[in-house]
């Protein structure tokens, strides 16, 4: 069955870089999207960005200028690297499958503090 | 970048009670929106796609309707599982996300 699951690092340094993996099963990273999605603590949900089934890839352009979206299609992993973390990008960070759009599976997510 | 405006920011009902929460855009979206529900401590569940199709295994209970910019979640006969956070968003440009709705028991 089709499983997201995503893993790193849960304490960040103020002005670090964040690198989180997404490892997926159940399908094929050259058929389907993948996206970035976080969520402040008690808040909404903010869109990062996505690496499409061809490799190509969309951000967010309120962090576009600090991410990036890779993949391993041979283990089946995507990952984000963002730099320059501060306070607010405290959040739970979340990996979800692409369908025409919309975010269809989901993984578990992974909460990332950043404080000193 | 797309706006979506979700109200209300909560709810109260009771059981058996039937409850529309409403999204608008700030610009047409021509049916690209999704809902989904999301209860605490877990991930989003995709709910309604193409603001009216009925996500694998939703039960028959949820509905959305809507064009243009304004769209609506309908939940009839309230259950207790329905307790949870409620978000609308757009796919017809960059995904964004309504602010969300949080539904509880009255």
């Known amino acids: 069955q089709v499983q997201l699951k995503e893993s790193g690092p849960g304490l960040v340094q103020p002005s670090e870089t964040l690198s989180l993996t997404c490892t997926v099963s159940?399908?094929?990273?050259?058929?389907?999207?993948v996206n970035w999605v976080r969520q402040p603590p008690g808040k909404g949900l903010e869109w990062m960005g996505t690496?499409?089934?061809?490799?190509?890839?969309d951000y967010n352009s309120a962090l576009k200028s600090r991410l990036s979206i890779s993949r391993d299609t041979s283990k089946s992993q995507v990952f984000l690297k963002m730099n320059s973390l501060q306070t607010e990008d405290t959040a739970i960070y979340l990996c979800?499958?692409?369908?025409?759009?919309?975010?269809?599976?989901w993984g578990q997510g992974v909460m990332v503090t950043v404080s000193s | 970048d797309i706006q979506m405006t979700q109200s209300p920011a909560s709810l109260s009902a009771s059981l058996g009670e039937t409850v529309t929460i409403e999204c608008r855009a700030s610009?047409?979206?021509?049916?690209?929106l999704a809902w989904y529900q999301q209860k605490p401590g877990n991930s989003p569940q995709l709910l309604i796609y193409?603001?009216?199709s009925l996500a694998d295994g939703v039960p028959s209970r949820f509905s959305g309707s809507g064009s243009g910019t304004q769209y609506s979640l309908k939940i009839n006969s309230l259950q207790s599982e329905d307790v949870a956070s409620y978000f609308c968003?757009?796919?017809?440009?960059?995904?964004?996300f309504g602010a969300g709705t949080k539904l509880e028991l009255k």
């Open positions: 979800a499958r692409d369908v025409r759009g919309t975010f269809d599976y």
């Open positions: 193409d603001a009216n």
């Open positions: 968003q757009q796919y017809n440009n960059y995904p964004t």
């Open positions: 610009e047409d979206i021509y049916s690209n």
């Open positions: 690496i499409w089934n061809d490799g190509s890839t």
């Open positions: 159940g399908f094929s990273l050259t058929s389907y999207g």
